[in-house]
């Protein structure tokens, strides 16, 4: 006999819920998830792969359950004045966020996002029983600190998410609208910075922020500009009081040695291993350009992705561009499309495909 969920004694408020999963099809050209596709450079993957094999030689024993030396070269890498208390990591930054959470929604309590925003938000307060409440954005995709405050004082949430800048819409946010909400709100405020990186380089981080505001975190990751997604490391910079707070959540040694091995290496190498940033921005730039001329309408970005609209059938332009061996995504948003930002190569054959459709 063949059981489904329904047959099984789920919790009430998962029934009819579905997973997070982007399309995986094993296409030649695939920028659907917004990964730096430039691969690690040589002399950076060498040494990496040397801690990590140092790290092997101690796989009987517990890893450091405070990953201290990750902690310290976060802090580091970040600047600000920030220390290795202020500093929280997981295995990638929906662990992170799972853990900030876990300790401050649960059941009776809700968390709130102005959609469209980041579809694990949603899944994640869900997973944790809390309610999720969704904000509504400009005509663009904007945010204003006014609409902004009034939202968050009238749904009072306990936790607030604010993508910055906003996936997958690419909208930059101000820090205006960070401290409007920060004083309209009770809750934690956690500031996504996933996309920080490829912002302009006269973007101000959330991190300027943080002093005097115990409620802030600021969330980021090294799947991105790193090129580290298959390494599954994020982190948060907060008060040491909200680090104190994840810790009684977390799972026991939650980050592996060989993790803390190798995201360490990583990040000795930072300069070099975010060379690939300036040449991200410029095909982001790039497909703006090219989209526009096209008769597509793209929208502002400060990330590695860019979401145009004007597209009469996203799902069958969307296959389409699989029948000739590219993969971008519908994200669900009518007559709207978004395409990672890939290398020269990519970015041209991305464009040239969307080319032929428009010619045919």
Known sequence: MTVSLDDLPIRD??????????????LPIALNVNENTHPIPADVAEDIADS??????????????????????????????????????????????????????????????????????????????????AGTRGARFEITPDDAARQVREADPDVIFLCSPNNPTGTPMSLDVIEAVYEASRGIVIVDEAYHEFASADTPSALTLLPGRERLVISRTMSKAFAF??????????????????????????????????ATAALRHSETMLRTVAEIVEQR??????????????YESGSNFVLFGGVADPHETWRRLCDQGVLIRDIGIPG?????????EETTAFLDALARLRDE
Do not use: C
Request: charged share 15%; hydrophobic share 40%; glycine share 10%.
């Open 13 to 26: 408020d998962l029934r009819g819920q579905k997973p997070y999963g982007a399309p995986q099809v094993p």
């Open 229 to 262: 997604a298959g390494a599954r490391v994020g982190y948060l910079a907060a008060d040491p009081a909200v680090v104190d707070a994840l810790r009684l959540v977390r799972l026991p040694y939650h980050l592996s040695a060989v993790t803390q091995a190798a």
């Open 52 to 133: 990590v094999a140092r790290a092997i030689t101690g796989l009987n024993r517990y890893p450091d359950r405070e990953f201290t030396e990750l902690r310290e070269s976060f802090a580091a890498y970040l600047g600000h004045n920030l220390s290795a208390e202020q500093i929280w990591a997981g295995n990638g930054s929906n662990e992170v966020l799972q853990h900030l959470l876990q300790a401050f929604a649960g059941p009776g309590r809700t968390a709130f996002g102005f959609a469209p925003t980041y579809s694990m938000y949603s899944l994640l307060a869900r997973g944790v029983g809390s309610e999720w409440i």
């Open 336 to 344: 709207h499309l978004r395409v990672s930002a890939g290398t020269e």
């Open 285 to 298: 730039d790039r497909i703006s350009a090219t989209l526009a001329a096209l008769g597509y309408d793209p």
